[in-house]
Structure formats: structure tokens, C-alpha cells
């Protein structure tokens, strides 16, 4: 039974469509386009350059866009892909990693910032890989809250915003890094749960 504050994993979701190109996949192709762009702004030149910064802030919104929009499309024309569901997570931490990395180079973000949300993603997924063959864990609506929580705080760090705005900066991101710490921990646990759920069920069968 799904706990309520539970949603879908669209992982989970099965495949629709066996054509590769299709909207939602040309979505997530054009996301994946849009980390070297946004990596020469943010490396390239001088990252404290106001019109650089505006662009840069404006390919990661895009992105995030994008993001949203591939699934939902995806999910409502039952066009689900197998490229799609391995190209698209990937597309995203591409992204939002390049993001991070280019605000701590700079020096506008600490790095421990960068390497907790980073290191929290890619301990996720291992995670998510290592117990996908018991089942799939339900992504929480805490998860989504932090996928919008990052997208919002880093949105704002690339603004070429005052120093007048630092603590709006400072406060959304101390409210991305609680949820990222939060809900690694929950999906750590939940993970846990299922491994001794399927140990138990395989114990079971055993003995019958």
C-alpha cells in the first residue's frame, strides 16, 4: 500500500512508444544540448559578467522546463521510451550539475554545497539501481519539493542579482539543502525497507 505522501516513480512507467524520436525525447535531447551551452557561459569569460549570468540563469530555466514538460507529455501521449527513462535523469543531474560546479568555481557558492547535493544524487541513483530488481521505491512528494526547491536556488544564485539579494539566495538554498539531506536520508531508509522486504519474502518461499 502507497504511503500518502507518496507519488509514482515514473521510472516505473511502462513503455509506450518504441519510436525513438518523439517529442518527449526531443525535449531531453534538447536539455542535453543545453549543458555545454551553459557550461561555456558560466566557464567561459568573466562569470561575474551581468549579461552572461542572465543567460546563463535563462538555459537552466529552460531546462527546468523541459524537464517538466517531457514527462508529462511522455505520460499523457503514452509515449514513454527506454531511451527516455535512461537519457533523462541523466540530462538532469547533467544539468544541474554543470549549474553548481560553475557557481562554486566562481565563487559564489561553497563547494560543500555543491558536493552534498551532488554527492546525494549520484548516491541515490546507485542506490535505486542496486534495488531495482526487488521493486521500485515510490518517489516522495518531499522529492519533488526538492527538485523545485534546487531549481529555484540555483536559478537564483546564477541571477545577476545585487548583493542586496543575498539572503534571499542564502534562504533558498538553505531550503534545497535541507530537503536534498532530508529526503536522501528517507530514500536511504526506504530503500533499506524494501532489501529486508524481499530477504523476508525470499526466506518465506524457501520454507513453503
Known amino acids: 500500500m502507497s504511503r500518502p505522501f507518496e507519488v509514482p516513480d515514473h521510472v516505473a512507467d511502462p513503455v509506450g512508444a518504441h519510436r525513438l524520436w518523439t517529442v518527449p525525447n526531443a ?45 508529462a507529455i511522455a505520460r499523457s501521449r503514452n509515449s514513454v521510451t527506454t531511451v527516455g527513462k535512461i537519457a533523462d535523469p541523466i540530462a538532469d543531474k547533467a544539468i544541474t550539475g554543470v549549474a553548481l560546479i560553475g557557481l562554486s568555481w566562481a565563487g559564489d557558492l561553497p563547494w560543500w554545497v555543491t558536493l552534498l547535493i551532488l554527492g546525494r544524487e549520484v548516491g541515490v541513483t546507485i542506490v535505486r539501481l542496486s534495488v531495482i530488481r526487488h521493486g521500485v521505491i515510490p518517489a516522495s512528494r518531499g522529492g519533488k519539493a526538492k527538485t523545485v526547491a534546487q531549481i ?20 533558498a538554498m538553505t531550503i534545497a539543502v535541507v530537503l536534498t539531506i532530508v529526503t536522501g536520508i528517507d530514500y536511504l531508509a526506504r530503500a533499506w525497507r524494501l532489501r529486508q522486504s524481499a530477504r523476508r519474502s525470499s526466506g518465506d518461499d524457501q520454507h513453503e
Open 152 to 171: 529555484i536556488a540555483i536559478s537564483l544564485y546564477l541571477a545577476p542579482f545585487t548583493t542586496d539579494a543575498e539572503p534571499i539566495r542564502i534562504g
Open 27 to 71: 525535449l531531453t535531447g534538447l536539455r542535453l544540448l543545453l549543458v555545454p551551452v551553459l557550461a561555456w557561459l558560466l566557464f567561459a569569460g568573466d562569470p561575474t559578467d551581468q549579461s552572461q549570468r542572465l543567460w546563463a540563469m535563462t538555459v537552466f530555466i529552460v531546462a527546468a522546463l523541459t524537464d517538466f514538460a517531457d514527462g
